[in-house]
């Protein structure tokens, strides 16, 4: 049962930190007229993990257990923990209160939060770059798997 539990929490912070990671993706897309098209690439690669993770855990929570399958991606150095890690680095790029600006200046600071964000990308697109394809080999073997087991 902890097994299980350990799974769903790794499983579910994923999703949460992939949810925070497009919200920020889609304000710079909107906000920033030249947003770099690297931020619609992370968008849509995001978005496609979170969705397999989301499917992850709910045939997960489905079959009541992990099978040997998915203990075995959920490992220490399994691609389940190495994506978390992956995504979380990622998640670090983006300034923390882009999203979090209240008040009547609200659209205002904004836009200026998204332009500033915009000129400093550059100096963190190689990162992002590399992190994104950790997070796609991760991506990739973890939905092999599934694929496999559900065969």
């Known amino acids: ?25 889609k304000f710079y897309v909107e906000t920033a007229r030249d947003a770099s098209p690297d ?3 992370i968008l849509l690669e ?7 993770f989301e499917n992850l855990n709910f045939l997960t929570a489905c079959n009541s257990g992990v099978s040997t399958t998915v203990s075995t991606l959920s490992g ?3 691609p389940i923990e190495g ?8 998640e670090k790029l983006f300034p923390p209160d882009c999203i979090q600006t209240t008040g009547q200046n609200r659209s ?11 000129l400093a990308w550059p100096l963190k697109e190689n990162k992002a770059r590399k992190l994104l394809d950790e997070i796609m080999r991760y991506k990739t073997t973890i939905t092999l798997a599934i694929t496999t087991e559900s065969m």
């Open 1 to 25: 049962m902890a097994e299980v539990i350990a799974v769903g929490a790794s499983v579910i912070a994923i999703i949460q930190i992939t949810d925070r990671i497009i919200g920020m993706c």
């Open 39 to 41: 931020l619609r690439v």
């Open 46 to 52: 995001t978005s496609t993990l979170k969705t397999i």
């Open 76 to 78: 220490g150095d399994g």
């Open 83 to 90: 994506c978390r890690r992956s995504i979380i680095e990622l």
């Open 108 to 118: 205002k600071k904004r836009k200026v939060k998204a332009t500033l964000a915009t």
